[in-house]
């Protein structure tokens, strides 16, 4: 058994589904941690990690980074979300050709010691929000080499998205596969 720190449910949901492939059970655990504002999702899990004082547990942070923003909302985008949402997100994309954008996860597991993992998946921003499946960002967000967003084809994230790949590699690393 292993511990998923989280307060998004969704995230949960989506990690207890691929640790089930890996035959590991998690659990989720709703444990304040302090989120600090730093530049990359991997201090803000690294810094978070050293203040959880529990073992076999772990956290993660993730983001959407738009290409033609600098990266923005990238370590902010819980609060863009939060405060804006994905209407925000299209309207300072309006006519702009290059849509392209990263979602990036990064998992910091504490075990004997800690250990840090990234998954990431390239797409575009949609020009309209489209689908009701997922969360987040997903009703904007379309993988490369594919027409729906990950909201239209929750089958289609699962197979492919930033955190499919993350906790592939947790799973990995648990299992001894790595
Ligand atoms: P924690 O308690 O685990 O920190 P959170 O909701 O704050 O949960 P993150 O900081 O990891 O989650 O993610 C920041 C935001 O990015 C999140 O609130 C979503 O709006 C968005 N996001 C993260 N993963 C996503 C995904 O798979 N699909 C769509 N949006 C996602």
């Known amino acids: 058994m292993i511990y998923f720190i ?9 990690a207890k589904e691929i640790f089930a492939e890996y ?14 504002q730093a530049d990359t999702l991997e201090e803000v899990v690294e810094e978070g990690l050293k203040s959880i004082d529990e ?29 804006l949402g994905n209407g925000a ?5 309006k006519d702009v050709k290059e849509r392209g954008a990263v979602f990036k996860s990064v998992v910091g597991y504490k075990g004997n010691g800690i250990k840090i993992f990234t998954g990431k998946v ?3 921003i949609a020009e309209s929000e489209k689908g009701t499946a997922g969360f987040g960002y997903d009703p904007i967000f379309v993988p490369k080499g594919f027409n729906n967003t990950f909201a239209e084809d929750f089958n289609l994230k699962m ?13 990995k690393h648990l299992s001894g596969k790595d």
């Open 23 to 36: 035959g590991i059970e998690v659990e989720q655990k709703k444990v304040p941690y302090p989120e600090i």
């Open 89 to 93: 997100v299209l309207k300072l994309l």
């Open 122 to 124: 390239e797409g575009d």
């Open 159 to 171: 197979r492919l998205s930033h955190r499919k790949q993350v906790m592939e590699k947790l799973a």
């Open 55 to 83: 073992e076999n547990v772990f956290i993660e942070d993730a983001g959407l980074f738009v290409d033609s923003l600098g990266g923005f909302p990238g370590v902010y985008s819980r609060y863009v979300e939060d405060t």
């Open 6 to 14: 989280t307060s998004n449910e969704n995230k949960f949901k989506e």
